[in-house]
């Protein structure tokens, strides 16, 4: 792997810090022409409170439903395909049941410029009641929640029977079923799911959960299927659902057609019809973006915003939404010997990454700010920076004493490992997957660098199959030598479906960094398991905010160094573009799409 971080980053001035300074390589150069000149902070105002109307770059977000008219086919490529569409026979997410199932409840999307709080509205179920002990939940269905119309469910109303059913079938063979059900861990949550009628569900609970209502609408869960799914039709291959889309194709490794569903219970799609064609290649995507035949893009390196936007000045570049992308982590192997089990080398290690410097490259913070387009930089925490309404900012006193441990200082870092008995260089492995796209491939070789800096670790890299690095590192609970860079982090959804897929060492299934509740990780796991349990609003935050400042003081994992708002880009035809939010960008089919619409008074 070349070494990029030396090869393309430029000096940054001004409030970003020097890092490396052997100058910008081909694609460094090239965006920075494009853009118009050196990396300063003299030609632009910048900061999150300006309106990047001095750049003349940006267009309107706004809310256009009020002229909205269906009609019009979008192209929605794909880098990947799925493995089948059976959201309980896949491995890894939920195939692309969002697409076609209901689920109980669902996120309710945030308007610009506003983040989603994780709340919900009914879904298929047109209303619940939580009991006040938290332990029993009772979903009435709704009257009008019509299956597919063809065979073999014909547009029947899905019931009760159809709701136990999914469970029955979740509980067989969902990749998180042990997350879900008592039976299978007694750190579960549901106890018992009955029908007393064809509308109504009860679910019983083992004990109350925090902000359980918002698991019905998480895709790790529960989707309502109809029985006709066992053996009416092939649900890896088909769906007969009640969401907003229907599967008209799927081809393997060709892609996915899909048509509105006229009687879906909410507001149906603009769009008549979804094509989502498989094209792994990010250039070629790219050129039939450019082209026009592609609406939006996802998946745009943030070097690469503005330089497609000179390249094609029609298209629209719009501002998003702060992101609350949970933060993936750097985890460390903990094995008896480790010099990681003590936390003063764990706190070194954090305080040799240089997050200003980190967010300011990999999110083209300066260059965005020359441009007078607005930027907004923050630090994660253990928590994703701007996590509502948890986050903590380590630049900022609420973090407490923990902050210290976020700043860039090698002097101090150097001091932590003599006192911890260190003084040669810790030598060991850096194990990253073979799978990471080449943007994370950069994000890691950067890193690595970072911890080499001051001569107090050496640090190869060990590129290991995707395969058996999910296995031996992703869940490998610290059972090995070295450190894991970009392990990822726990999902979307409630912050404690983050907090326990990656730091409750008493989750099933086992995906936490650690097997054991080592000594100095005692009051960690408290405070975990107390949050869960804590159905109190305010009284869980304060755990929250508690437990967050117990991560930074311990540093199990050290959080990836931070994110910015940014920006995307979408023909100006893809109509209500970045005007919602969906809590989850897997869930945002039947969340935030049904609202794109054709604008055909722009088309290409």
Same mark, same amino acid.
């Given at each position: ?168 079938? !979740?509980? +067989? #063979?969902? %990749?998180?079923?042990? @997350?879900?059900?008592? &039976? ?6 549901? $106890? ?96 039939? !973006?450019? +082209? #026009?035949? %592609?609406?939006?893009? @996802?998946?745009?390196? &943030? ?6 936007? $000179? ?294």
């Amino acid at each position: 792997m070349g070494n990029y971080w030396r090869k393309t980053l430029t000096a940054r001035v001004g409030r970003r810090r020097l890092l490396a300074s052997t100058g910008a390589g081909a694609l460094g150069a090239a965006f920075l022409a494009a853009c118009g000149g050196d990396d300063d902070e003299s030609g632009g105002s910048g900061g999150s409170g300006d309106t990047g109307a001095t750049s003349g770059l940006l267009a309107k977000v706004e809310d256009t439903t009020s002229k909205a008219k269906p009609g019009g086919n979008w192209v929605n490529p794909l880098a990947s395909d799925v493995l089948n569409m059976d959201p309980y026979g896949v491995t890894i997410g939920s195939a692309h049941a969002p697409w076609g199932y209901s689920r109980m409840v669902i996120y309710k999307p945030a308007a610009y410029p506003e983040t989603p709080q994780g709340e919900v509205v009914p879904d298929g179920a047109e209303s619940y009641e939580i009991s006040p002990d938290g332990l029993t939940f009772t979903f009435k269905l709704r009257g009008n929640l019509k299956l597919d119309p063809r065979p073999p469910t014909s547009g029947r109303l899905l019931n009760a029977q159809d709701v136990l059913f999914s469970s029955e079938k !979740f509980k +067989a #063979g969902g %990749v998180s079923r042990g @997350e879900w059900f008592n &039976a299978l861990s007694p750190n579960s949550p549901i $106890a018992s799911v009955a029908a007393p009628d064809a509308r109504t569900v009860v679910y019983k609970m083992a004990f109350p959960m925090a902000n359980m209502i918002s698991r019905f609408a998480f895709q790790r869960y529960q989707w309502l299927m109809p029985v006709e799914a066992d053996g009416g039709f092939d649900p890896k291959a088909e769906m007969r659902g009640s969401a907003a889309w229907r599967l008209d194709k799927w081809e393997p490794s060709v892609g996915m057609k899909y048509s509105r569903n006229d009687t879906w219970h909410l507001k149906p799609t603009f769009y008549n019809t979804l094509e989502q064609p498989i094209v792994s290649e990010y250039a070629q995507r790219r050129a039939q !973006f450019t +082209a #026009g035949n %592609v609406a939006a893009l @996802e998946g745009i390196p &943030a070097e690469e915003i503005l330089p497609i936007k $000179a390249e094609q000045p029609k298209i629209g570049l719009y501002a998003n939404s702060f992101p609350d992308a949970r933060p993936a982590m750097i985890s460390f192997g903990l094995q008896e010997g480790s010099p990681f089990l003590d936390t003063r080398v764990r706190r070194a290690v954090s305080m040799l990454v240089d997050r200003e410097t980190f967010v300011d490259v990999f999110f083209n913070v300066s260059v965005y700010e020359k441009e007078g387009l607005p930027v907004e930089s923050r630090w994660h925490s253990h928590f994703a920076a701007g996590e509502p309404p948890y986050w903590l900012d380590p630049k900022g006193k609420d973090l407490g004493e923990g902050a210290q441990y976020f700043q860039l200082n090698q002097a101090e870092a150097k001091k932590l490992m003599t006192a911890a008995g260190l003084t040669a260089p810790v030598e060991l492995p850096a194990h990253i997957s073979a799978g990471s796209t080449q943007a994370a491939l950069r994000q890691q070789e950067a890193l690595q660098e970072m911890l080499q800096q001051g001569g107090m670790f050496k640090l190869p890299i060990n590129s290991v199959p995707t395969n058996e690095f999910n296995v031996k590192y992703f869940n490998g609970g610290g059972l090995y030598d070295g450190v894991t860079l970009n392990n990822g982090p726990g999902v979307s959804g409630d912050i404690d479906n983050h907090i326990t897929v990656r730091f409750n060492v008493k989750a099933a299934p086992p995906q936490c960094l650690f097997r054991v509740v080592h000594p100095w990780y005692t009051k960690t796991q408290s405070l975990i398991e107390a949050q869960r349990l804590e159905l109190d609003a305010a009284k869980r935050k304060t755990i929250l905010t508690d437990l967050q400042k117990e991560m930074a003081l311990q540093m199990p994992a050290v959080p990836w160094p931070g994110i910015a708002s940014g920006f995307s880009l979408a023909w100006p035809y893809h109509a209500n573009f970045n005007a919602f939010t969906a809590k989850s960008t897997i869930t945002a089919p039947s969340e935030t799409w049904p609202g794109f619409w054709y604008d055909e008074s722009k088309k290409v």
